[in-house]
Antibody, heavy 120, light 107 residues
Framework: EVQLLESGGGLAQPGGSLRLSCAAS????????MYWVRQAPGKGLEWVST????????YYADSVKGRFTISRDNSKNTLYLQMNSLRAEDTAVYYC?????????????WGQGTLVTVSS | EIVLTQSPATLSVSPGERATLSCRAS??????LAWYQQKPGQAPRLLIY???NRATDTPARFSGSGSGTDFTLTISSLEPEDFAVYYC?????????FGGGTKVEIK
């Protein structure tokens, strides 16, 4: 059974940092691209970042480029999101999700999310 | 950036009735479009991918259609568990984008 468990959310001050983790199980982690998607309170879904299975390719939304860094440790089956220079508009539930095994590679499993609140 | 516009924002439907949700893309996404269902306090769940393919465990009452810029999600006969928010999502181009959602509520 595929499981994705996010952690690391919490309260951060504007300009501060947080690191989110997503522990994966139930599939061969290194074979799949992984995603971070966020949802501000009462709002819709916003794609944040993607990393290929090998870690060789990364993609970012313009809204987080230069501030957030996606990474993964395939030996630990864990995906990370380092968030720096946090802003109030980064307040959201952050979900990690995995790729489908075949094209067109939509997001087929999602974690339950971790809440990040940026406030002074 | 490809903008996905969903309509209506809210759809009031009685159980057993048919629901038709629309998603329009600002430029062609071919068939690289998916639909997700999200219930309160839960993560999104993949329902339909590649415009018309049902994901694992998606009931047959859900169907997707369309290509290019106009897409439809149809729920043939609403069950109580289908009342939720539905999002369309494209991955034909970076950045990946989602529609604003359609809330299907009980009439």
């Amino acid at each position: 059974e595929v499981q994705l468990l996010e952690s690391g959310g919490g309260l951060a001050q504007p300009g501060g940092s947080l690191r989110l983790s997503c522990a994966a199980s139930g599939f061969t982690f290194s074979h799949f691209a992984m995603y971070w998607v966020r949802q501000a309170p009462g709002k819709g879904l916003e794609w944040v970042s993607t990393m290929s299975g090998s870690g060789g390719s990364t993609y970012y939304a313009d809204s987080v480029k230069g501030r957030f860094t996606i990474s993964r440790d395939n030996s630990k089956n864990t995906l990370y999101l380092q968030m720096n220079s946090l802003r109030a508009e980064d307040t959201a539930v952050y979900y990690c999700a995995k790729d489908q095994p075949t094209p067109p590679h939509f997001l087929d499993y999602w974690g339950q999310g971790t809440l990040v609140t940026v406030s002074s | 950036e490809i903008v996905l516009t969903q309509s209506p924002a809210t759809l009031s439907v009685s159980p057993g009735e048919r629901a038709t949700l629309s998603c329009r893309a600002s430029q062609s996404v071919s068939t690289s479009l998916a639909w997700y269902q999200q219930k309160p306090g839960q993560a999104p769940r993949l329902l339909i991918y590649d415009a018309s393919n049902r994901a694992t465990d998606t009931p047959a009452r859900f169907s997707g259609s369309g290509s290019g810029t106009d897409f439809t999600l149809t729920i043939s006969s609403l069950e109580p568990e289908d009342f939720a928010v539905y999002y369309c999502h494209q991955r034909n181009n970076w950045p990946l984008t989602f529609g604003g959602g359609t809330k299907v509520e009980i009439k």
